[in-house]
């Protein structure tokens, strides 16, 4: 009966380093989000899953993001070559049925990245 | 894009004051969606409304299709209503959010 959880809860980097963030929907969830939420910006949608697939990747801020789902569960977001802008809190979500922003959505408590 | 915007963007009210903010978008939707973030706390969604009103508890969360408008009221407020919320719509990905309301009650 967990919800959804992300590892790491903070993450501590030097910029131009490689990081991994993991994302456990709920079980039976088929939809999966990634969204960013910046030091006084409000969120902002990065990628959504939709079973493995992400049918529309323009949302990630730059081509050194990018986001895989395997076997329909866990999602990682990496980010490449890290830069200082990309410090903000890191949150997934997922849903049950189709994606999209007709079913409630469950969020994870979210990884706070620093990058120094 | 849906641009949304949300209503007053800090409020601070007494306990027991009846609290509404509100939420305005651009673009039809299908469904909108209102959230609640504590400090240092994760993001609990409160409604999802397409059409009317719902209530659970002492919230109330109305929508106006026609106006492209939501409001989120609070009855008999209470310091530990003290959050953002954040209004955000649905669209055919993931949603698009307003940039929260930071709501503080007093005792």
């Known amino acids: 009966g967990a919800g959804v959880s992300q590892s790491p809860s903070n993450k501590v980097t030097e910029k131009g380093k490689d990081v991994e963030l993991r994302c456990d929907p709920i079980?039976?969830?088929?939809?999966l989000y990634w969204y960013r939420q910046s030091l006084g910006q409000g969120l902002e949608f990065l990628i959504y899953?939709?079973?493995?697939?992400?049918?529309?990747k323009s949302g990630l801020p730059s081509d050194r993001f990018s986001a895989e789902r395997t076997g329909g569960s866990v999602s990682t977001l990496t980010i490449q070559r890290t830069q200082q802008e990309d410090s903000a809190v890191y949150l997934c979500?997922?849903?049950?049925?189709?994606?999209?922003?007709?079913?409630?959505?469950?969020f994870g408590p979210g990884t706070r990245l620093t990058v120094l | 894009k849906n641009e949304v915007e949300q209503s007053p963007q800090n409020l601070t009210a007494q306990e027991g004051e009846f609290i509404t903010i509100n939420c305005s978008y651009s673009?039809?939707?299908?469904?909108l969606h209102w959230l609640q973030q504590h400090p240092g706390g994760g993001i609990v969604s409160l409604f999802m409304?397409?059409?009317g009103k719902k209530k659970h508890g002492r919230l109330i969360a109305t929508i106006n299709i026609q106006e492209k408008h939501s409001s989120l009221h609070i009855t008999a407020s209470h310091p530990r209503d003290s959050a953002v919320y954040i209004c955000?719509?649905?669209?055919?990905?993931?949603?698009?959010f307003g940039k929260g309301t930071h709501l503080i009650i007093q005792p």
């Open positions: 979500a997922s849903s049950s049925g189709l994606a999209g922003g007709y079913n409630e959505q469950f």
């Open positions: 079980s039976g969830h088929t939809a």
């Open positions: 899953f939709q079973g493995n697939s992400a049918p529309d």
């Open positions: 673009v039809g939707i299908s469904a």
């Open positions: 409304l397409s059409s």
């Open positions: 955000a719509v649905g669209g055919a990905d993931g949603l698009t």
